[in-house]
C-alpha cells in the first residue's frame, strides 16, 4: 500500500489574497488542531487564523492537509461536487453571488476535475477589497494580537509617540509583567494537565485490573454452577429413574427391546422375502417337476378366484342365468383334476404338513424310515387319517428314489458365465460401470483413458459396442455413466447407456447398484454380471447376488469377441 502525499502545493500568486478569504471556513476541528502549535497560545478563532495566515506569509505553498481541509470545509466546494461540469460556467454568475469571489474562486482551484479546475483564471476573481486597519499605531496592534486579545486585558491608549527600545517604560514593564503571567500559567496548566492524564492513566490501569478479576470471578463462578448443575441433574436423573423403574414401569426395559427387535425386524424381513423369492425362481427353472407343480396350483388358484366370482354373481343376481349351473360343475371338475395331478396332501393335521416337509429334506433312508415310523405311530393312536398316511409312503419312496439316482445326485446344472451370455448362449443382465472400465482399460480398447476425454472415447466405442449387442442377442447391456442430466439412450434392442444427472463423485456408482438391485427383485433367476473395479461397486454387486468382471478382463473379452466376430465372417465370405 503506497503512502500518501505529503507535499505541499504552490499556490498561484493571484489566487493567494482570494485563499486568505476563503479560510475563514476552516473546519472547526482543524482550528482546534491548530491550537496546540501556534505560537502565542491562541484561542479566539479570528485571532487564530490571523496568526495561520501571517505563518503562511501569504500562502505562497500550502500543505496537503490544509487543501483537504479546505476541500471539505467550504460550502461552495461541496456544491460544486454535487454539480454537471458543463453546467458550472453557466451558473459562476449565480454561485458567486451566493458564495463569493473568493470562495468561488477557492472551490474551482480544489476541484479534482479538470474541466472546473480550468473555470478558475485571474480574468474572472480580481484580487479581493481587503479592509484597511484601524487607525493605531504598528506596535499596538502587534502587542494587542499576540499579548493583550488572548488574556482579556484592556487596550491602552497609545502614546502619541512611540517610546524607543531601550528606555524606562511603564507600559513595558506591564507588558513584560503580563507575559510572565501567562507563562507561568501555560506552565501551571500544562502540569495540571500532565497531573490529570497521569491520574486517568493509573484510574484506567486499576479499572482494567479491577474488571479482569471481576471477569475471571464470574468465568469460575460460572464454571463451578455449571458443575453443580451437572452433578445434580445427573443425580436426580439416576434417582428418577430408579424410582420409575422399580414402582411404576417395570416394563420399560421389555419395550425398549422389542423396540429395537422391531426396528431391525423391515432389514430381516425384506432380505428374507428376496432370498426366498430368488430361491423360489431358481427352483423353477433348475427343476421342471417344482415348475410344473407350481404352474399347476397357480392354476387352482385362478380356478377359485373365477369359482368364488360365478358363485358370487349368481348369488347376488335377481335372475340368475340358468348356465351358472353348468359352469360352476366345470370349474369344480377342473380343480378336481388338477388336483389329483398334484396328488397334494390330503386334510389333516397340522403335524401332517410337517412330516411331508421332513420327507421333501431328507438326505438320507434313515431320516426316512424315522420320518415314516412317527407317521406310522400317530396312524395307531388315530392322529393321523389312512389316506394321509398313505401319501407320507408314497412321497417316501418318491424321496428315496432321488436319493440313491446316480444321474439325480451327481448331474448339476453348468454355471452360466459371461463368455457364454457375450457370444449369444445363455440369457443374462451386463451392467458396466462406463467410467471405471475406460479408465482401467483405455490401452486395451485402444481409447484415451484420461478423464477430460472420457466422452469422446464412449463415442468412439459407440459402433463396437452395437456390434456386441448384436452377437449378445441374449443378453441385457447396460452401460452407466456420470452426466449433469439424468438420460438414457438406446443404442440397440439390448443396449442402453445411462448418465446419472446430479452433482458430485460416484452417481453413477449408486444408480447402478440400484438397477441391480431392481433387476434382482423383479427377475431373480437371470444371471447378472458387474463390470467394475470400484470396491464398493464390487462389494454392492457380490451382496445382490451378482458374479463381477474385472475391467480389463472384461475388455479383453470385448476386444477377443469382436475380433473373432470379423475373422468368422472373413471365413464364410
Known amino acids: ?74 460550502r461552495c466546494r461541496r456544491v460544486l461536487g454535487v454539480l454537471d461540469p458543463r453546467a458550472v460556467e453557466s451558473l459562476r454568475s449565480a454561485l458567486t453571488a451566493g458564495f463569493g469571489p473568493s470562495h468561488l474562486a477557492v472551490a474551482l482551484w480544489l476541484d479534482d476535475r479538470e474541466t472546473v479546475r480550468l473555470l478558475a483564471t485571474p480574468e474572472h476573481f480580481p484580487p479581493p477589497a481587503i479592509a484597511a486597519p484601524a487607525d493605531r499605531s ?69 479499572h482494567a485490573g479491577i474488571v479482569r478479576q471481576l471477569t475471571t470471578d464470574l468465568q469460575e463462578a460460572r464454571q463451578a454452577l455449571a458443575q453443580w448443575e451437572g452433578r445434580h441433574q445427573e443425580q436426580l436423573r439416576r434417582e428418577l ?48 417337476h417344482h415348475g410344473n407343480h407350481a404352474r399347476l396350483r397357480l392354476e387352482i388358484q385362478q380356478l377359485q378366484d373365477l369359482r368364488d366370482r360365478a358363485q358370487l354373481a349368481a348369488n347376488d343376481a335377481l335372475q340368475p342365468l340358468g348356465e351358472w349351473a353348468r359352469l360352476l360343475n366345470q370349474l369344480d371338475s377342473a380343480m378336481i383334476h388338477r388336483r389329483t395331478v398334484l396328488r397334494d396332501l390330503p386334510h389333516a393335521p397340522g403335524w401332517a404338513a410337517e412330516l411331508a416337509t421332513a420327507i421333501s429334506l431328507a438326505g438320507s433312508g434313515n431320516i426316512l424310515d424315522e420320518v415314516l415310523h412317527r407317521a406310522v405311530h400317530l396312524a395307531q393312536a388315530g392322529l393321523l387319517p389312512i389316506d394321509a398316511l398313505d401319501w407320507l409312503r408314497v412321497r417316501a419312496a418318491e424321496r428315496r428314489s432321488v436319493l440313491v439316482d446316480p444321474l439325480l445326485r451327481f448331474v448339476q446344472p453348468a454355471p452360466i458365465r459371461i463368455g457364454d451370455v457375450l457370444q449369444g448362449r445363455a440369457a443374462g443382465l451386463i451392467l458396466i460401470d462406463a467410467y471405471n472400465w475406460i479408465g482401467r482399460s483405455g490401452a486395451v480398447l485402444e481409447v484415451s483413458a484420461e478423464a477430460a476425454a472420457f466422452s469422446e472415447s464412449l463415442r468412439a466405442l459407440r459402433p463396437r459396442l452395437r456390434q456386441m449387442a448384436r452377437l449378445a442377442v441374449r443378453a441385457e447391456i447396460h452401460l ?54 470400484d470396491q464398493e461397486v464390487r462389494r454392492a454387486a457380490t451382496r445382490l447376488g451378482a458374479a463381477v468382471e474385472p475391467c480389463e478382463a472384461f475388455a479383453k473379452r470385448f476386444v477377443a469377441l469382436l475380433g473373432q466376430s470379423v475373422k468368422d465372417g472373413a471365413q464364410t465370405l
Open 1 to 74: 500500500m503506497s503512502l500518501p502525499d505529503t507535499t505541499p502545493i504552490d499556490v498561484p500568486e493571484w489566487l493567494r489574497p482570494h485563499l486568505e478569504v476563503a479560510t475563514d471556513e476552516l473546519p472547526e476541528a482543524y482550528l482546534d488542531a491548530l491550537k496546540d502549535w501556534v505560537r502565542g497560545g491562541f484561542r479566539n478563532r479570528r485571532l487564530l487564523r490571523q496568526e495561520w495566515i501571517r505563518s503562511q506569509k501569504g500562502f505562497a505553498r500550502i500543505p496537503t492537509h490544509l487543501r483537504d481541509a479546505l476541500a471539505s470545509g467550504l
Open 138 to 206: 504598528a506596535w499596538v496592534r502587534i502587542v494587542q494580537s499576540l499579548f493583550l486579545d488572548t488574556a482579556d486585558v484592556p487596550v491602552p491608549k497609545a502614546p502619541d509617540t512611540v517610546p524607543e527600545p531601550g528606555g524606562d517604560n511603564p507600559l513595558r514593564r506591564e507588558l513584560e509583567n503580563h507575559r510572565g503571567w501567562l507563562e507561568s500559567t501555560r506552565r501551571e496548566l500544562r502540569e495540571v494537565r500532565q497531573a490529570a492524564v497521569a491520574d486517568r492513566q493509573r484510574h484506567d490501569s486499576e
Open 241 to 288: 429413574g430408579q424410582a420409575l423403574s422399580e414402582q411404576v414401569r417395570p416394563w420399560l426395559a421389555r419395550a425398549i427391546s422389542v423396540e429395537e427387535q422391531v426396528a431391525d425386524a423391515p432389514s430381516d424381513l425384506e432380505r428374507l422375502s428376496a432370498g426366498v423369492e430368488r430361491a423360489i425362481a431358481r427352483q423353477r427353472e433348475t427343476d421342471r
Open 480 to 533: 452407466f455413466a456420470d452426466g449433469p442430466d439424468a438420460n438414457t439412450v438406446g443404442l440397440a434392442p439390448n443396449l442402453r447407456i445411462s448418465w446419472s444427472g446430479g452433482t458430485g463423485p460416484h452417481r453413477a456408482d449408486a444408480v447402478l447398484s440400484g438397477h441391480l438391485q431392481h433387476c434382482r427383485s423383479t427377475s431373480g433367476a437371470t444371471p447378472a454380471f458387474v463390470v467394475s473395479d
